[in-house]
């Protein structure tokens, strides 16, 4: 089924996706890293962009998101605001920045919030850094949540295996997600677990449940650029729908600009001064 994309070009705001979901319309959230792309898929109409961690996996080539430092989120946050105008932007707070005590945790958002002017900030967990939330939130910072598979807490899962299966697991992940809801977050992202458990969260929560790997029963979906477009040929999970070939097209580009130089027929007689 074909549903129009707005054309609303007010600026995309934390009040604006609750009413969103209010209303039962689907927030459309992608990762943005630098200038050039954030300003397409803005200008495409993407409600919010997430300038992720993931940048230390796609853009500098890390196994993980652990090695991205603040310095390194804060570059490529100032990159995407210069570019966007309409969508409501997140910053992902880095490993390390939140987790080791709150006055670290609110220090690393002030400076995130202030030197790239984004919108927002995103944080991985629930109960355990309940500290952190709570002071960065007390500073009138807005803060998206984020439960399931957690990429920062790799190293303790083991696997990037589906979370939340087993009924422990599950019933704390349900609680995280009240809590997080209570204590103010606006937003809730659910990563790899299962579609019922997401759609009971969702249902269960007045802030918008934004999912990826988690089935269609929530309030929107994210994904990875670089992995819907087709750019990240090495990564296929099953909840990735792809809908370009981007790495393809490039290549094809690429080679004939090679060949074009290696021939001498670039630049012609029309390409030249």
């Known amino acids: 089924m074909s549903v129009a994309i707005s054309e609303d070009n007010r600026k995309v705001t934390t009040h604006r996706l609750f009413e969103m979901k209010q209303r039962g319309e689907k927030i459309s959230m992608l990762t943005a890293y630098d200038y050039s792309m954030a300003q397409i898929i803005d200008r495409a109409g993407m409600d919010v962009i997430l300038v992720g961690d993931s940048a230390s996996n796609v853009m500098a080539g890390n ?33 390390g920045t939140y987790q080791g005590n709150s006055k670290e945790a609110l220090a690393s958002a002030i400076r995130v919030m202030k030197e790239t002017h984004a919108d927002c900030i995103k944080m991985e967990g629930g109960s355990e850094i309940k500290e952190s939330i709570q002071r960065i939130l007390c500073a009138g910072i807005p803060i ?6 957690t990429p920062q807490s790799i190293n303790k899962f083991g696997t990037y295996a589906v979370r939340a299966r087993e009924e422990e697991e599950a019933r704390k992940l349900l609680e995280d997600a009240h809590l997080l809801e209570e204590w103010g977050c606006f937003a809730l992202v659910l990563e790899k677990i299962p579609a019922a458990l997401a759609s009971q969260v969702a249902s269960e929560l007045k802030i918008p449940v934004i999912g990826i790997g988690a089935g269609g029963g929530v309030d929107g979906q994210v ?16 909840f990735l729908r792809r809908y370009a070939n981007l790495y393809e097209e490039m290549t094809k580009a690429l080679h004939a600009y090679i060949e074009d130089v290696k021939a001498g027929d670039f630049p012609n007689e029309n390409e030249q001064y």
Do not use: C, E, W
Not at 78 to 95: H, I, T
Not at 144 to 149: P, Q, T
């Open 63 to 95: 196994v993980t998101t652990l090695p991205i430092t603040l310095d390194q989120m804060i570059y490529h946050g100032k990159s995407v605001m210069k570019a966007v105008k309409r969508a409501l932007v997140v910053v992902d707070l880095p490993f």
């Open 144 to 149: 998206m949540g984020h439960l399931g598979l």
């Open 223 to 238: 994904l990875v650029m670089h992995d819907m477009l087709g750019i990240n040929q090495d990564f296929s999970p099953r």
